[in-house]
């Protein structure tokens, strides 16, 4: 049997498979504490300049911050001509999550999903805490910049270990599930926020999680997909056995068709240069990348566009991860329906504005997955995740494209919503398909290919 009719054997979503998934998707709220750890600590609390001429260099002498809460702007006075390395830091952890999403993915398909997982992981923490400390600012802004290169790749590899642990007919739920936690942690880290006034504690607070996460995720096995992947059938089994007890299952053996891999050969010929040296997955990488660049612009387009929102900041932070929860339940029902796999653009989702650009976000992680062999998967999904970045980057520039016409922004996101859209045509239906494991298994008539 292959891998797929093993997790139908035992059980594509069992006891265990639930435990495993609950315990990765609850680690989206430690990622999205990090992830939007700026928004408060670096908020501008309400201030005055005693003397209206001060020099910039006596700035500081004179200015006077209120005390309802603390930030990096109040304590290392970043306001006038120096508010620029707010965002500064905010900038440097995107350049992290660039570099973590690029580099993280062919390591865990080299050196296995667990320990690249774990050091990331690890080092998240670690860094964490020395943005809790930081001494100064330009330790707080280096901090920020490895929290994104581990916090960017170490999610990544634990996304796909989600799927990789239940069978594919699961992916849309565990996939979903993931994004729809990161959400709710962005509210559970305003409601941190609302609580805890002091930023240094604060992110001392929010990163600590971590570390119970740590030392829990020394129990988790290594991906038995990856490991038949790369020619370990006896080690797979092994895993897939340990599932099957979890689940209540009691099986005598697993046995696993031989794979066209041989043990610790298949992924080390196997890098991020795959991508590009076959033809069926270059094109779909190309696709998918624009795609992933597109939804990240309309959605950080969007929020920009609409203004910044008044009122509390941590209510609107809550907002901010709560108005995406309804798009998770539509992705559940759309996703299964072959009519809909993945359209960018589509009219049913087109008039719900950010929510649909929320659920095409959800889509094209599980699609993404479901689209690359086992062997590149996490490279696949790095090299999209770092087009998405870019869209990420360009997005702010794109609603001060009014000043030349009123409706010039949504022109520019519609034109990019609707060529991705078309351009997914050309990537094949998943649904009801199985997993390629090795790239040679995309030969087989039982895929449907990019047709090219």
Known sequence: MDVDEAFLSIGEFGRCQKRLTVFLVLLQVYVACQSMLIVIVGAIPEYH???????????????????NFTSIVSEWHLIQHEAYKVNLASSLLFAGLLIGNILFGPLSDKVGRRPIYLTGLFFDVVFGYLTALA???????????????????MSLVAFVLTQEYVGKSYWALTGSLTNLTFAVGI??????????????????????????????????????RWLYSRGYTAEAEAVLHRIACGNGKEIPSIKLK????????????????????????????????????????????????????????????????????????????????????FYVSSAVLA?????????????????????????????????????????????????????????????????????????????????NKPIAECIEDLQSPAYQLLNK
């Open 49 to 67: 300049v005693d003397i209206a001429d001060a020099a910039d260099k006596d700035i500081i002498q004179h200015v006077r911050f209120a005390d």
């Open 135 to 153: 001494p100064s600012y330009e330790v707080f802004a280096v901090s920020r910049f490895f929290v994104g290169i581990m916090n960017g790749g």
């Open 187 to 224: 509210a559970v880290y305003a409601l941190l926020g609302f609580y805890i006034r002091n930023w240094r504690i604060l992110a001392f607070v929010a990163n600590s999680p971590g570390v119970l996460f740590f030392l829990l995720s020394f129990l988790l096995p290594e991906s038995p």
């Open 258 to 341: 031989e794979c066209n891999a041989t043990p610790g050969t298949a992924g080390s010929a196997r890098s991020v240069f795959d991508l590009v040296r076959y033809g069926v997955l270059l094109w779909r990488t190309v696709i998918l990348m624009y795609i992933w660049y597109v939804c990240s612009l309309v959605y950080y387009g969007l929020t920009l566009n609409a203004g910044e929102l008044k009122g509390n900041l941590y209510v609107n932070v809550a907002l901010y991860g709560l108005v995406e929860v309804p798009a998770f339940p539509l992705c559940l029902f759309f996703i299964e329906k072959s009519w809909l796999a």
């Open 351 to 431: 008039l719900l504005g950010k929510l649909s650009v929320s659920a095409a976000f959800n889509v094209v992680y599980i699609y993404t997955s479901e689209l690359y062999p086992t062997v590149v998967r996490n490279a696949g999904l790095g090299v999209c995740a770092m087009a998405c970045r870019f869209g990420g980057i360009l997005a702010p520039f794109v609603p001060s494209m009014k000043s030349l016409n009123p409706s010039m922004p949504f022109l520019a996101f519609g034109i990019s919503g609707i060529s991705a859209g078309i351009l997914s045509l050309l990537l094949p239906e998943t649904l």
